[in-house]
């Protein structure tokens, strides 16, 4: 990333695709089981438009998906505006071929380079803001005059390794929980003795929240998997895990930080994580006591020195640290290293622009199942008819940040079996956490009221 202090005179241009971890991943490791779910993929392809917060007035945003121009006549509202840039219209008659294409799951940065996006104006450069730094970011980084540098991509590959973040806790002295499996026999092994004391998650290096992490709760399950990695090594694949005890949690959150190219680093935020078992389940700036404790407990001492690893080993760039504390106070410094932006630091950066106003919101998600013909203009409509649509002049209420993961999986282009499948991803606001959680409850009977299923 180019440092902040020069970075204020540029524009930029913020793009990316949610799931890199499947473009970092080598392609000859063998995989934990996992059940095929294209309406997912489709929704994680369309979660671009979740980047919008990070751009101002002169920034473009390029999105797979148009915005619904519902949603951004409401951003405009808020004062909200940026260029906005989109290859598919999910409103158009051409989009129903357009998603059964494969095409449509391209990465990003190759359709902006087939549509030619720009990423310079012809008065000032822009600086490239990917989500992650992918092979495709770098090609079309360089196709462009862009006025930053971006990391190697090898680095890159290696900071996102669980065995990396793993190797980072021993050579710091941080300590460590997990221990690598380098293949199937070792998994058993290894499984076997962890399950002496009970659940152990096997994680894949590049796993995501949902995905490419397997609780282990019982021997047989464990029996299974094994027999699955085995199928893969006499195929040729090579087995690569980091295994680790359940540990009793009592809190997960996360800090988001920026990471000069001088190795200088800057602190955006702390966040509390809300999960779902082991699902991200959304994101609550945290207050200041919280941050306060942390500070004590040598928490972001700790961190500036994986960060100084970090930039040693060629990494600058967004970081997030995932991390814990557990029911006996003690602290988990980093449970991953995320070397990309993140939902904390969209939620931080939602929490700016409310600021303004003197809230705070929850960024948060319902999956849900839409009945025919549904439209997102509808949601708007009705949350404003129940005065829970969030403006400057309500103290609460529901700020929509999406409407690809919403509808894409609905119209033409649909490939659901039964009702379409979606992700409404929303910031609950208010001034007390009691009053985020009231707007969620009443959103839910909106879209009850909508004939649209939440699942959870």
Known sequence: MLSSKSAVALRKTVMG???????????????????????????????????????????????????DDALLDYFSKLGVSFEHRSVIDLTSPEAGEALRTEHFSSCVFKLASRDGIPGFGADKPY???????????????GKDIFANPLPDLAVVKRVNSKLYHHRLLEDTGMGTYG??????????????????????????????????????????????????????????????????????????????WLLE???????????????????????????????????????????????????????????????????????????????????????????RLLAGWNLKGWLTYLSVALPDEFRFERLLEALEAERLLFTPLRQSGIMPLSSGTLTVNAGPGGWSKGKPKGRLYVSAIGLTGEAREDALARLKQVLHDLSVKVFH
Request: aromatic share 8%.
């Open 127 to 141: 600086v490239l803001e990917p989500y992650a730094v992918t092979e495709e970011a770098h090609e079309y980084a």
């Open 261 to 351: 190219p001088d190795g200088s680093r800057q602190l955006i935020s702390v966040q509390r994580m809300m999960n779902r078992q082991q699902n991200y389940g959304g994101s609550v700036t945290a207050e200041a006591a919280f941050v306060n404790s942390l500070e004590q407990k040598g928490y972001f001492s700790m961190l500036e020195a994986a960060l100084h690893e970090l930039f040693l080993d060629g990494y600058f760039g967004y970081v997030c640290f995932d991390s814990m504390m557990l029911e006996d106070g003690e602290l988990v410094p980093i449970v991953e290293i995320n070397a990309r932006m993140s939902m904390g630091l969209i939620n931080a950066h939602l929490d």
């Open 17 to 67: 695709t949610f799931d890199p971890e499947t473009r970092w991943r080598d392609p000859l490791l063998s995989m934990l089981p996992r059940i095929p779910d294209p309406e997912r993929d489709r929704i994680v392809l369309c979660m671009d438009e979740l980047l919008f917060p990070l751009c101002g007035p002169d920034d473009i945003l390029v999105t797979r998906c148009r915005i």
């Open 179 to 256: 221990t690598p499996a380098m293949s199937a026999e070792e998994v058993g092994q290894y499984g076997t003795e962890l399950l002496r004391k009970g659940a152990f998650l096997i994680k894949d290096p590049f796993g995501v929240s949902g995905k490419g992490n397997q609780l282990i709760e019982s021997p047989a399950l464990l029996k299974r998997i094994v027999s699955h990695l085995r199928k893969q090594e006499k195929a040729g694949s090579q087995t690569l895990f980091l295994l680790e005890p359940l540990l009793p949690k009592a809190a997960d959150f996360s800090s988001q």
